[in-house]
């Protein structure tokens, strides 16, 4: 890995946490995409981390725009290591760009506006479906489990894999 720094984009502050751990465990600088706009060099090569939405990695486009992007981070509700193929393909990331998926957390008091109401609908509707699904996989228990209680998965261990390609 070559990279300069960690540059990332955060919703309600699981993206940041894993951007601080990462920057610790790599010593490198670790800016929000925003703040790095001065302080990292157009097109230096970072790590870049950023929050799930419907399968697109927030601000991931902006950041690939002005830095050279070696690997991309999604953290989202669903479980770490899943949906890898889904976020490269909804994102244009190119094939020789590693992806990694990091289980975040859900608390909806801290999203607002559009994300708080979009939220609401899908911890309705997704919700009420799962519930109802008999024979659910781990990863619908754990989708269901945030939707109803809420809570942060955030750990070092769901960094292994991105701290394995860095090494």
């Not at 984009?9 to 894993?18: A, F, K, P, V």
């Not at 600088?29 to 157009?42: F, H, M």
């Not at 990695?57 to 193929?85: F, I, N, W």
Request: net charge neutral; charged share 20%.
């Amino acid at each position: 890995m070559k990279a300069q720094a960690i540059v990332y984009t955060s919703n309600t502050g699981y993206t940041r946490e894993y951007a601080l751990m990462l920057g610790e465990k790599t010593n490198l600088p670790v800016y929000s995409l925003q703040e790095s706009s001065g302080k990292i060099a157009r097109d230096s090569s970072v790590v870049y981390l950023g929050w799930l939405m419907a399968g697109k990695v927030q601000g991931y486009s902006d950041a690939a725009k002005q830095y050279s992007v070696e690997a991309v981070c999604g953290v989202g509700m669903g479980s770490t290591g899943s949906q890898m193929e889904d976020v490269r393909k909804n994102n244009n990331i190119p094939d020789s760009t590693p992806v990694f998926t990091l289980q975040g957390g859900f608390d909806m008091n801290k999203l607002h506006g559009v994300y708080k109401m979009m939220m609401q609908v899908m911890k309705k509707t997704v919700g009420k479906k799962l519930a109802e699904k008999p024979d659910r996989t781990p990863d619908e228990e754990e989708m269901l489990d945030l939707l109803l209680h809420g809570g942060s998965r955030v750990s070092e261990a769901n960094l292994a894999a991105v701290m394995e390609w860095i090494n």
